[in-house]
């Protein structure tokens, strides 16, 4: 099984609001960088894209050592998965009556990640954002571009944009 390094990042300008995600795939000296965003989004959907988009990058199973520097899709990706889909994607109600459920945030995204994850073997690497890690800083620069390039467009369209 081939052995990738998969970085990822979302922004967002404003929250919600327009969006980006970008993802970069490295493979031995191999290296693929995709982009795209949203006009009106969340950064959490922007962060979860960013590994959705980097997952369907691959073209078979692989060891995949996904860096983020979200704790959101790295815990959700190694950990609370497994739980949100014995439930059904839902979970405790945050508010309300006592044993009430909700569905999860972002539950359409993270279903997806879930089918994609099933296919590769995943180990999760959560890296400071903003801390000097080389990829996770380009990332970051993918992202936020998008994320400006979307807020310009949110003037005349809302049609999501793709880059690899």
């Known amino acids: 099984m081939k052995q990738v390094t998969l970085i990822t990042d979302g922004a967002c300008v404003g929250n919600p ?36 988009e980097g997952l369907k990058a691959l073209k078979e199973p692989c060891e995949v050592l996904l860096i983020s520097d979200s704790q959101y899709v790295i815990k959700g990706l190694m950990t609370w998965r497994f739980g949100w889909r014995k439930k059904g994607w839902m979970r405790k109600a945050k508010e309300g009556m006592k044993g009430e459920r909700e569905p999860v945030p972002n539950a359409d995204l993270w279903q997806e990640l879930d089918v994609l994850a099933e296919t590769h073997t995943i180990r999760g690497e959560w890296v400071r ?36």
């Open 17 to 52: 609001g327009p969006g980006g995600w970008a993802f970069i795939l490295r493979y031995g000296e191999r290296c693929k960088e995709g982009s795209g965003g949203t006009c009106d989004t969340t950064n959490n959907r922007m962060e979860i894209t960013a590994a959705i």
């Open 129 to 164: 954002g903003h801390s000097g890690h080389a990829d996770n800083e380009r990332c970051d620069q993918l992202a936020e571009a998008e994320a400006g390039r979307q807020a310009e467009l949110r003037k005349g369209s809302s049609r999501p944009t793709i880059k690899v």
